[in-house]
């Protein structure tokens, strides 16, 4: 079998506030749209309940050997899709 491999296909980035050295934040991810052969995820991080920054990303699953989207398998897309953001 091909291997396969998931690279970012776009990004955006807000930064709401500045982060200081030494602070711990918290991390989240949400799923906002499972598609055929892509998948676009909203991951922000937190400090003291402040948003200090939030992105959406969009990864693409191919084939390695060619670059090319494949879609995914139908174990994976179930995975995702049990972690899609509530509206």
Request: aromatic share 6%; proline share 5%.
């Amino acid at each position: 079998a091909d291997q396969t491999a998931v690279p970012t296909a776009s990004v955006e980035a807000t930064f709401n506030a500045p982060g200081k050295l030494g602070e711990e934040w918290q991390w989240h991810l949400t799923v906002e749209r499972v598609g055929r052969t892509s998948v676009k995820v909203r991951v922000w991080g937190t400090h003291d309940a402040q948003t200090k920054v939030e992105s959406t990303m969009t990864l693409v699953h191919i084939t390695k050997s060619t670059g090319r989207p494949i879609e995914w398998s139908p174990e994976l897309k179930d995975k995702m899709t049990l972690y899609l953001e509530k509206e």
